[in-house]
T-cell receptor, first 116, second 113 residues
């Protein structure tokens, strides 16, 4: 059973370009989360999605960032008009459908974005 | 979700047991204790979780005190590859953030030869 798959693993973009990060959850998982880790800082929650729905985007910057998890295909984190401050590691995680006892979240290996 | 307190850093000799403490004195009855670790330049890795009983798996053991206000993660025979930042997270199944994990600063464990 493959884990959470993220691509690209490394991405370089010039200021003003768009970055698209993709995440395929583990098989059977319908919940996806995106986290960001700035250099030398901790992991920060960005957004939580279920298929075709954004459930919680309280950690997403108000501008330039968007996320989707379509009915078919991977989840996409999109950053428009990137700036140097967007340089970070972006981690995707997934979990199975909710259970009253809670569910374990599993992470991918991350996508490292560098803005030059 | 309840807040956790962990030591900033710890050292452990290779082959010895690493005991990582976590305080969560405001934990609620339905909140689980989760442990993750992050090895440098890798994604967070799930280790173990529990509610009130002690738990053991192939990676570690989790000891939760009877009052549930603190817990200890035990790596029975630490290796150099266990050097990582270890996060103790308290999480309720029905949190408003949809079960998302809130990572604090964790404990930076250094395993030495």
């Amino acid at each position: 059973n493959a884990g959470v798959m993220q691509n690209p693993r490394h991405l370089v973009r010039r200021r003003g370009q768009e970055a698209r990060l993709r995440c395929s959850p583990m098989k059977g998982h319908s919940h996806v989360y995106w986290y960001r880790q700035l250099p030398e800082e901790g992991l920060k929650f960005m957004v939580y999605l279920q298929k075709e729905n954004i459930i919680d985007e309280s950690g997403m910057p108000k501008e330039r960032f968007s996320a989707e998890f379509p009915k078919e295909g991977p989840s996409i984190l999109r950053i428009q008009q990137v700036v140097r401050g967007d340089s970070a590691a972006y981690f995707c995680a997934s979990s199975p459908p909710s259970r009253p006892s809670g569910n374990t979240i599993y992470f991918g290996e991350g996508s490292w974005l560098t803005v030059v | 979700d309840a807040k956790t307190t962990q030591p900033t850093s710890m050292d452990c000799a290779e082959g010895r047991a690493a005991n990582l403490p976590c305080n969560h004195s405001t934990i609620s009855g339905n909140e689980y204790v989760y442990w993750y670790r992050q090895i440098h330049s890798q994604g967070p890795q799930y280790i173990i979780h529990g509610l009130k009983n002690n738990e053991t798996n192939e990676m570690a053991s989790l000891i939760i005190t009877e009052d549930r206000k603190s817990s200890t993660l035990i790596l029975p025979h630490a290796t150099l590859r266990d050097t990582a930042v270890y996060y103790c997270i308290v999480r309720a199944p029905n949190s408003n953030s949809g079960y998302a994990l809130n990572f604090g600063k964790g404990t930076s464990l250094l395993v030495t030869p």
